[in-house]
């Protein structure tokens, strides 16, 4: 069975290394797709425990998962997709080891949401990452044509 996972946030601050979600939800939501469609909620300590603990091939350790980070903006979200590493919780904050994969620019304040991808899966087609770079590719070929 293949979860996705949504952590939320008061805020954020991200360089090309490290992202900081600021005042982290203590709940982590995660879901599965058909046939079975499960849905629940784990630990913010729970999660990052098993992250660090699970040494199998299929894990978050072994395989990094890409991610979307949505900013909500006042006007708009802004989106950055990323693959993370290394969870930590400092106090209210949960710290990842990033690389930024795509729209590296400057976050704006506001509430975030983290969609994890599933384990060993990033461009499946419940892969919020891989649904987030198609719809991308799809607006940039129409911004050309429109042009």
Do not use: C
């Amino acid at each position: 069975m293949q979860y996705l996972f949504v952590q939320t946030a008061q805020g954020a601050t991200m360089d090309k290394e490290k992202l900081i979600l600021k005042n982290v939800s203590p709940t982590v939501i995660f879901f599965s797709d058909r046939p079975k469609r499960i849905a629940g909620h784990m630990t913010i300590e729970d999660f990052v425990l098993d992250w660090q603990e699970d040494t199998s091939k299929n894990s978050f350790k072994a395989d990094p998962p890409n991610a979307v980070l949505s900013i909500f903006d006042k006007d708009e979200v802004e989106d950055v997709v990323v693959e993370l590493k290394n969870p930590q919780l400092k106090n209210n904050d949960l710290v990842y080891q990033i690389k930024v994969l795509e729209d590296d620019k400057p976050l704006p304040s506001g509430p975030v949401s983290l969609f994890i991808d599933p384990i060993g899966r990033p461009l499946s087609p419940i892969s919020i990452a891989g649904v987030h770079r198609r719809h991308r590719r799809r607006r940039r070929r129409r911004m050309r044509v429109i042009h």
